[in-house]
């Protein structure tokens, strides 16, 4: 069974910086794209960032020039750097991921979503 958690979200003052991590687990054979999403309340799940197999990286114009999304493929993990915080950045941040894992003895590749993290940006 893949897993994916989050950590890092938290209450921070305008302008702050906080680093959310995403590390899967489980019967993983490889990892390709993954992606950061946000939903602020009353409003759809947006996609954030975004970084492929290969290490290439897009980012929402609203983000561009103060997050980063990385990985550390030896520990199945992807991270988002978030600098110059502001109010609009408030919502739950998701990580998503398509996931090659085992199952039952055969290699199935799935899209998973983690459970979420909260980041409030507030003075």
């Known amino acids: 069974q893949v897993q994916l958690v989050e950590s890092g979200g938290g209450l921070v003052q305008p302008g702050g910086s906080l680093r959310l991590s995403c590390a899967a687990s489980?019967?993983?054979?490889?990892?390709?794209?993954i992606g950061w999403y946000h939903q602020a309340p009353g409003k759809g799940r947006e996609l954030v960032a975004s970084?492929?197999?290969?290490?290439?990286?897009d980012y929402a114009d609203s983000v561009k020039g103060r997050f980063t999304i990385s990985r550390d493929n030896a520990k199945n993990t992807v991270y988002l750097q978030m600098n110059s915080l502001k109010p609009a950045d408030t919502a739950v941040y998701y990580c998503?991921?398509?996931?090659?894992?085992?199952?039952?003895?055969?290699?199935?590749?799935?899209?998973?979503w983690g459970q979420g993290t909260q980041v409030t940006v507030s003075s």
């Open positions: 489980g019967s993983i054979f490889s990892i390709n794209d």
């Open positions: 970084i492929t197999s290969g290490g290439s990286t």
């Open positions: 998503n991921a398509d996931i090659l894992a085992y199952s039952g003895g055969y290699l199935l590749q799935e899209t998973y």
